[in-house]
């Protein structure tokens, strides 16, 4: 069977229907967005107590900048106009394994928005509540790409 993107709209789904709970390489993007102030906004998930960096999976073929755009609109509402990769988060920390079984590894760029345009609103589906952090006062960031992030907005105030 081959695999298109029109085809297959849910990459996830496909997949795990092919190789079960077994261990998978997925990929992603994330976007720093800070506004005019220099804050930096972070999400809370529908049902989580943790903040993260807002982001998601990439489609079949799909490119990170792209992901990027579709995942923060998704869930922020915000239109990205511009970014500028800062990392790419990989390795054995990146490894979840689900409530169903489900194990994966998530490869993730990170990138810093440096233009976008929109009022930070929460989809209700994904993302339960958005807010603005100074990067001196950030809560303890969930996940691998958090504490990428974190550690690096760190070494950036320490100057």
Known sequence: MSMQKAEQPDYIVYLRALVGPKPVN????????????????LQRKVGAERWTVPGGICDLGECFEDTLRRELLEET?????????????????????????????????????????????????????????????LPALAGPVGRRLAEMLKAELAG
Do not use: I, K
């Open 26 to 41: 997925l990929v992603g993007a994330a976007g720093a967005v800070f506004n005019p102030a220099g804050q930096l906004l």
């Open 77 to 137: 509402s915000l239109v990205v106009q511009a970014a500028d990769l800062l990392a790419v988060v990989s390795g054995e920390q990146t490894f979840h394994r689900l409530q169903n079984g489900h194990e994966f590894y998530m490869y993730t760029a990170l990138f810093r928005v440096t233009a976008w345009s929109g009022t930070p609103t929460p989809d209700g589906h994904e993302s339960e509540e958005l807010r603005f952090f100074a990067p001196d006062g």
